[in-house]
């Protein structure tokens, strides 16, 4: 049977690829729109399943808040193009509403959402991916919960390639987002010296006892200047004991955040493709395969 344009501006509208395989799906399905759209979606799974090698190392990361709940996702592609356009950016805000809504355990658990009548949250991925021609993936979330008296500060910097999310307990959202802000710029590895595990803690301080400069000194001295470094490597990590990042230097962040009558409680920060290896491409080799 005929094809007609407005068939095939349907089809396009619906799912976002081009026309040829618009065109193509409904001449094999016969006019059958939804048909068509399965098969589309069929192609989307094969292609993004070519590309299940792929190193999906850049993207975005966001946060979405709702009520009580808020979650910190991290969303990958394997181009910063890709990470910057409409479709991907869309994607990522899809993501993260659906998972602070439906509050999933997991990544598997994320996956199998269903945002639509007919559609779960992998098959949105998988779509995107189809519209894109990049791999993208769902990397990690983390949701937190705050309770009465609490409050929320998110904060996104560099367009969304670092993300933070922080709980205070007795302050309010303003001087959240300003704790935010500093996690974002200064990046601690925990909320205070007391969270830092003691395995942590006992490496640091073989490094310091082995130091060059230490060599040949008794070990009661010794022990006391470890013990000085140490009290500053553990204020160098911990979030609470930092300078805070918009103050005159002198202020903690323990003590602006009391000055303004609370406590940090926690807080998550992504950064895009932290601890992914990223794969090393030859563009003139590339370019030489295409040719050939």
């Given at each position: 049977?005929?094809?007609?344009?407005?068939?095939?501006?349907?089809?396009?509208?619906?799912?976002?690829?081009?026309?040829?395989?618009?065109?193509?799906?409904?001449?094999?399905?016969?006019?059958?729109?939804?048909?068509?759209?399965?098969?589309?979606?069929?192609?989307?799974?094969?292609?993004?399943?070519?590309?299940?090698?792929?190193?999906?190392?850049?993207?975005?990361?966001?946060?979405?808040?709702?009520?009580?709940?808020?979650?910190?996702?991290?969303?990958?592609?394997?181009?910063?193009?890709?990470?910057?356009?409409?479709?991907?950016?869309?994607?990522?805000?899809?993501?993260?509403?659906?998972?602070?809504?439906?509050?999933?355990?997991?990544?598997?658990?994320?996956?199998?959402?269903?945002?639509?009548?007919?559609?779960?949250?992998?098959?949105?991925?998988?779509?995107?991916?189809?519209?894109?021609?990049?791999?993208?993936?769902?990397?990690?979330?983390?949701?937190?919960?705050?309770?009465?008296?609490?409050?929320?500060?998110?904060?996104?910097?560099?367009?969304?390639?670092?993300?933070?999310l922080v709980l205070v307990?007795?302050?309010?959202?303003s001087t959240a987002k300003?704790?935010?802000?500093?996690?974002?710029?200064?990046?601690?590895?925990?909320?205070?010296?007391?969270?830092?595990?003691?395995?942590?803690?006992?490496?640091?301080?073989?490094?310091?006892m082995n130091s060059e400069?230490?060599?040949?000194?008794?070990?009661?001295?010794?022990?006391?200047?470890?013990?000085?470094?140490?009290?500053?490597?553990?204020?160098?990590?911990?979030?609470?004991?930092?300078?805070?990042?918009?103050?005159?230097?002198?202020?903690?962040?323990?003590?602006?955040?009391?000055?303004?009558?609370?406590?940090?409680?926690?807080?998550?920060?992504?950064?895009?493709?932290?601890?992914?290896?990223?794969?090393?491409?030859?563009?003139?080799?590339?370019?030489?395969?295409?040719?050939?």
């Amino acid at each position: 049977m005929a094809i007609t344009a407005a068939q095939v501006k349907e089809l396009r509208e619906k799912t976002g690829v081009g026309m040829m395989d618009a065109k193509k799906a409904l001449v094999e399905t016969e006019g059958d729109m939804d048909k068509a759209i399965d098969i589309l979606r069929e192609k989307g799974m094969a292609k993004a399943a070519k590309k299940a090698d792929t190193i999906a190392a850049e993207g975005m990361t966001y946060v979405a808040v709702k009520g009580d709940f808020a979650a910190i996702v991290e969303l990958n592609s394997q181009t910063d193009f890709v990470a910057g356009n409409a479709e991907f950016n869309e994607l990522l805000h899809a993501v993260a509403n659906a998972i602070v809504e439906f509050k999933p355990a997991d990544v598997e658990a994320a996956l199998a959402l269903e945002v639509s009548a007919d559609q779960t949250l992998n098959e949105l991925i998988i779509h995107t991916t189809q519209i894109t021609g990049e791999k993208i993936t769902l990397r990690r979330f983390q949701i937190l919960e705050k309770q009465a008296g609490q409050s929320f500060g998110a904060y996104s910097h560099m367009g969304g390639r670092i993300s933070s999310l922080v709980l205070v307990d007795g302050a309010d959202e303003s001087t959240a987002k300003d704790i935010a802000m500093h996690v974002a710029a200064i990046a601690p590895q925990f909320v205070s010296r007391e969270q830092v595990p003691a395995d942590v803690l006992a490496h640091e301080k073989e490094v310091q006892m082995n130091s060059e400069d230490l060599a040949g000194k008794p070990e009661n001295i010794k022990e006391k200047m470890v013990e000085g470094r140490l009290n500053k490597f553990l204020a160098d990590i911990s979030l609470v004991d930092q300078p805070f990042v918009k103050g005159d230097g002198k202020e903690t962040v323990a003590q602006y955040v009391e000055a303004n009558h609370g406590s940090v409680v926690s807080f998550v920060r992504y950064e895009v493709g932290e601890g992914i290896e990223k794969a090393e491409v030859d563009f003139a080799a590339e370019v030489m395969s295409q040719i050939n």
